[in-house]
């Protein structure tokens, strides 16, 4: 499947707006303006957002634990140092993500309680275990490769405070992503067991990666609205086609092999063509069954539970501090 196929149909707005109301926010998007907290939004343009902007959050939380699991154990100082700055990075994101959602009225307890519950995704990358230090660099080339290619875009999304917050996520991550590189070029240049701990990871989390894209075209049910919105800028198979672009020459570098055979310079179109993707798996996981789905959550609920008692502490400062003010 190269993705070409149509676009799922775009969805009726429900009925909430006037049509001056309506207009005037068509025009802001025509314009290329950004839509801002407290302009007026159509309830679906607003419930579509918080929906990717959750989720995105939630991504960046819950992909703190594939690498948290080897900050104990990275190779040198140096590697740990960089490691604990990369997750805490991650924490971050999650941070703004979850303002840029609080600015479209959402609470961020509310967020945090329905992705523990299972009502709101986080990305389906998240939910394949880390075996070895070459994760860490498989993580940083691909994952945050990919990360990349589909937040770039966003910067040009047209909510003002999701596009801000791309620019400095975006930023970070391209730091992130080279160091996986480094991390992967330092293994694949050494002893023939870290050459084959590099081709493994590789050879792991290349479909995955693929896959963090969304569903194909013909699949997405909310690429065609969301573009028309300018929330997306490109879709799921675009970006998906200009990853698999990027990292084609990066591999050669790292003199690395991807895992598939079909890839193969398209002549005419410029593009590399792809084998198959498996779609099967990837709504498996997307649906809760990846291998480490259940333990990504689990993990998830024990940190908040045992964090109650610094939210409660913040509060009770905050309260103390409000009332010395006021006094
Ligand atoms: N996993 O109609 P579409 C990071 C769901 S990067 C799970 O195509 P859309 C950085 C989708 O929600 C990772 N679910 O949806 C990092 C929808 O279900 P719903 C996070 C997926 O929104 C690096 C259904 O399938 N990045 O964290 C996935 O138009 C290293 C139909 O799909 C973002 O979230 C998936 N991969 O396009 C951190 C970027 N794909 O909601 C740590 C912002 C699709 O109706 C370490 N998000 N689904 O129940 C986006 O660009 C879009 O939301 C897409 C999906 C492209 C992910």
């Known amino acids: 499947m190269h993705g070409n196929g149509d676009m799922a149909e775009v969805r009726p707005i ?3 707006e006037s049509p ?18 407290r302009d007026w939004m159509p309830v679906a343009y607003r419930e579509g ?15 703190m634990q594939p690498e948290g699991n080897w900050i104990t154990r990275a190779p040198s100082l140096r590697r740990k140092a960089i490691l604990m700055a990369k997750v805490q990075d991650e924490a971050g994101h999650g941070a703004y993500l979850y303002s840029a ?19 709101q995704k986080y990305s389906s990358i998240f939910n394949y275990p880390t075996l ?11 994952v945050d490769g990919a990360a990349i290619v589909n937040q770039v875009p966003l910067t040009r999304c047209s909510y003002g405070p999701y596009a801000r917050a791309m620019v400095r996520v975006c930023k970070e991550e391209s730091f992130h992503q080279r160091q996986g590189f480094e991390i992967l070029h330092t293994l694949s240049h050494g002893t023939e067991g870290q050459q084959a701990m590099a081709q493994d990871a590789v ?10 894209f969304g569903p194909p075209d013909d699949e997405s049910v909310h690429s065609a609205q969301s573009m028309r919105w300018k929330v997306k800028r490109f879709s799921n198979d675009e970006l998906r086609r200009r990853f698999v672009g990027m ?15 079909e890839l193969q310079l398209d002549e005419e179109s410029g593009e590399y063509r792809f084998g198959p993707i498996d779609w099967d798996e990837f709504w498996e996981v997307v649906k809760g069954n990846g291998p480490c789905n259940r333990r990504r959550i689990e993990h998830r609920r024990r940190a ?14 905050a309260a103390k501090r409000e009332a010395t003010v006021a006094a």
């Open 14 to 16: 429900r009925g909430d």
């Open 20 to 37: 001056a109301q309506l207009e005037a926010f068509e025009q802001t998007i025509a314009d290329d303006q950004t839509i801002e907290p």
């Open 49 to 63: 957002l918080l929906r990717q902007i959750a989720q995105h959050a939630h991504s960046e939380i819950i992909g």
């Open 101 to 119: 959602a609080e600015t479209l009225g959402a609470d961020r307890a509310d967020l945090v309680e329905m992705l523990i519950d299972g009502r």
């Open 132 to 142: 070895t230090w070459a994760d860490m660099g498989a993580i940083g080339w691909l």
């Open 203 to 212: 050879d792991r989390w290349w479909w995955p990666s693929l896959m963090m």
């Open 247 to 261: 990292c084609v020459p990066q591999a050669e570098i790292l003199g690395l092999t991807l895992p598939d055979p």
């Open 304 to 317: 908040h539970e045992e964090g109650a008692w610094v939210r409660e502490a913040a509060a009770a400062y």
